[in-house]
């Protein structure tokens, strides 16, 4: 894959006059509802091209799809945090730093992909028609765990049916 990386504020119209085959949407610090104005630009993109969301990403774009953030009591740090993939019922050993979790009560057209064994929160969800896909975790932690590296592949696939390769 070749990478453009762009600033958190960059608009929904110039990611797309870049024309990708697909958008990922990365980490960052902070409580994801203090971001209204990129989660609008998220709203643009949704339906675009294909899109990866990774923790803050995953945040804002259940948020983009209508869905809520809470605040944890005491957050998801560091490794080893065991994660269930509800499309396969593989159980995965993940790397994590979040504060907060997504709640998907009374969204339509999203569900939920992976979750979380220790407290049962929310770690994926993908859209239910749109080539969406997002991931509360980070499987690009290199550092710790890889169990994760698959969904890559996964968004990979998405893009490949998406620009008909």
Not at 80 to 105: A, M
């Amino acid at each position: 894959c070749a990478l453009r990386v762009c600033p958190a504020f960059t608009k929904a119209a110039e990611v797309l006059a870049w024309n990708p085959d697909g958008i990922m949407l990365t980490n960052g610090p902070g409580d994801p509802k203090d971001n209204g104005s990129i989660i609008e630009e998220v709203k643009k993109l949704i339906g675009q091209r294909p899109i990866f969301g990774i923790c803050l990403g995953h945040q804002l774009m259940a948020l983009a799809n209508g869905a809520d953030t809470e605040k944890l009591k005491y957050g998801h740090r560091g490794a080893n945090h065991p994660v269930k993939d509800l499309t396969t019922g593989r159980i995965e050993i993940s790397s994590q730093n979040h504060g907060f979790h997504v709640v998907l009560d009374g969204v339509a057209d999203v569900e939920a992909t992976h979750v979380n064994l220790n407290d049962h929160t929310l770690e994926g969800l993908r859209h239910k028609t749109l080539p969406v896909m997002s991931l509360q975790y980070h499987p690009e932690g290199a550092a710790g765990p890889r169990d994760g590296n698959y969904l890559f592949s996964r968004f990979r696939e998405m893009i490949g049916k998406a620009v008909g390769a």
